[in-house]
């Protein structure tokens, strides 16, 4: 669950909406709602903001709407399940000395994120680079995965069979950066399915979507060992919003990773085929 203020005038009155939240009837006006108040997930305690610093809420130009969103699962459809589902906020009676903020930290929502099976840990990093933070540092969010008893790949995305990795910073003083997520860039993933098309022989398609692609893949170790390199040197896809949603203007993606903090070892197997597939990538590009 996660509720989130909605950045419009205070005087300003919001519709009423209630629906899939990337349903095509949902009032755009509702897309303002985009800063984070709070967050919960399965396994949270609650949160205690430190005597020093709070959420700030209200005031003359706070607007008083708010959107909760709840991710829920029912795969069997059924009906007539009752939901009383929230969270619960507790103000002080005096403003304290620093505002605070939640930062979103990790790996985008994306099934370009995806975990081969019968690993016992498999690791996927999220970056938040300088170039978000603009003040020289990086963030970086692992998650380590462990698939042993599962037989297929396991996809990013939001339900319940799928994974996120992702990481609600709450800190202090507030800046204007909200989200700050990555994932692999697209185009490289692209020519990733065409290398294991050419080079391993895998059922892999240009006519098939992302999900269908990796489900194609014989997810053998040596393969796997290659995904997790490729994840770990490919150039980047990132997602550095503002408050507001709007993104803030950057290069569209990042292939230097020397200054992320990010140590890998590479097998002599997958640093061969990192190299060959590079090389690949280079034909590619000169040929296209």
Not at 56 to 81: A, C, D, Q, T, W
Not at 135 to 142: A, E, I, Q, W
Not at 262 to 268: A, E, P
């Amino acid at each position: 669950m996660e509720v989130f203020h909605c950045e419009v005038e205070a005087d300003k009155k919001l519709p009423p909406w209630k629906g899939p939240c990337s349903s095509p009837e949902k009032p755009k006006i509702l897309e303002a709602c985009k800063r984070v108040l709070a967050a919960w997930a399965m396994g949270a305690l609650p949160f205690t903001y430190p005597e020093e610093a709070g959420l700030p809420i209200g005031g003359p130009e706070f607007s008083r709407y708010v959107m909760l969103e709840v991710h829920y699962n029912n795969p069997e459809l059924k009906e007539g399940v009752i939901d009383s589902s929230g969270i619960k906020l507790t103000y002080t009676p005096s403003l304290r000395e620093y505002d605070a903020g939640v930062m979103e930290l990790g790996l985008e929502y994306t099934n370009k994120m995806a975990i081969p099976p019968h690993q016992a840990d498999f690791k996927l990093t999220g970056y938040c680079v300088a170039e978000c933070t603009r003040v020289g540092d990086s963030l970086l969010t692992t998650c380590h995965y462990s698939t042993m008893d599962r037989e297929n790949i396991t996809l990013g995305g939001y339900a319940i069979s799928e994974e996120m990795c992702v990481n609600y910073v709450h800190y202090y003083p507030k800046s204007d950066l909200e989200v700050c997520k990555s994932s692999i860039d697209t185009k490289v993933l692209g020519s990733y399915f065409r290398y294991m098309k050419q080079y391993n022989d895998e059922a892999t398609s240009e006519s098939k979507g992302v999900d269908e692609n990796y489900q194609s893949i014989h997810w053998s170790q040596a393969n796997a060992d290659f995904l997790y390199h490729l994840y770990s040197s490919a150039p980047l896809s990132m997602q550095c919003n503002q408050s507001s949603g709007d993104r803030f203007p950057m290069e569209p993606n990042f292939k230097d990773r020397n200054n992320l903090g990010k140590k890998t070892t590479t097998t002599i197997s997958s640093s061969r085929r990192l190299s060959e597939y590079e090389h690949f990538v280079d034909n590619l590009e000169q040929s296209g």
